[in-house]
């Protein structure tokens, strides 16, 4: 029973060069959240989705980022014309369903460098 | 805006001694909190949670309090092993109108050391 999948594991991006980053839920569940750690700091929620819509955004920059939850396939975190600050490492966690205090499973997260 | 706070960086315990993570937060709406633990290269993995209508959850070598009057929560892992050294997090969630818990906020995390 694989939990979580992100891949890749490492990207490394120039500035202003697109990433694409990839989020297979675990079997089964169809709720996915993306989250980013900076440096020395806690993880920051960016956007929650299920199949096909976005949930809650209110953590997403509003320029150069988006994400998609599409029927078919794993979610795709995307950052257009990336910057140096957006180094970080970047979680995807899945669950069953929302329900209150329900567990999210966390992914190993793919940490993006950008030179 | 630090919503939920871990006001100590780093915690260092004896091994077989209790160790406390301590979390405060500011939001009056978070009525669920949870407890995550993380080591390097890994992604966070749950330990326990405790919903805002209840004062204690037990689980195993793993206990969370919360005084909701204090808006504080703690951990207490009892006895600590050297494999519990890892960076801990509290998160908690909010009911957003009724819709869904999907968000949680995190705190900035603890570092655990459990020396042999």
């Known amino acids: 029973n694989a939990g979580v999948m992100q891949n890749p594991r490492h990207l490394v991006r120039r500035r202003g060069q697109e990433a694409r980053l990839r989020c297979s839920p675990m079997?089964?569940?169809?709720?996915v959240y993306w989250y980013r750690q900076l440096p020395e700091e806690g993880l920051k929620f960016m956007v929650y989705?299920?199949?096909?819509?976005?949930?809650?955004e209110s953590g997403m920059p509003k320029e150069r980022f988006s994400a998609e939850f599409p029927k078919e396939g794993p979610s795709i975190l995307r950052i257009q014309q990336v910057v140096r600050g957006d180094s970080a490492a970047y979680f995807c966690?899945?669950?069953?369903?929302?329900?209150?205090?329900?567990?999210?499973?966390f992914g190993p997260g793919t940490r993006l460098t950008v030179t | 805006d630090q919503q939920v706070k871990q006001n100590s960086p780093s915690l260092s315990v004896q091994e077989g001694r209790i160790s406390i993570l301590n979390c405060d937060y500011t939001n009056s709406m978070f009525d669920y909190f949870l407890w995550y633990k993380k080591y390097p290269a890994e992604g966070p993995t749950f330990l326990i949670s405790i919903s805002s209508i209840k004062d204690k959850n037990e689980d195993g070598r793993f206990t969370v309090f919360l005084n909701k009057s204090a808006k504080h929560l703690s951990l207490h892992i009892v006895p600590s092993q050297p494999g519990d050294s890892a960076v801990y997090f509290c998160?908690?969630?909010?009911?957003?109108?009724?819709?869904?818990?999907?968000?949680?906020?995190f705190g900035q995390g603890t570092i655990l050391t459990v020396h042999p």
């Open positions: 966690a899945s669950s069953r369903d929302d329900r209150p205090g329900g567990e999210q499973y």
């Open positions: 079997k089964g569940h169809s709720h």
């Open positions: 998160a908690a969630s909010a009911n957003a109108g009724g819709t869904s818990y999907g968000k949680l906020t």
């Open positions: 989705l299920q199949k096909e819509n976005i949930i809650d």
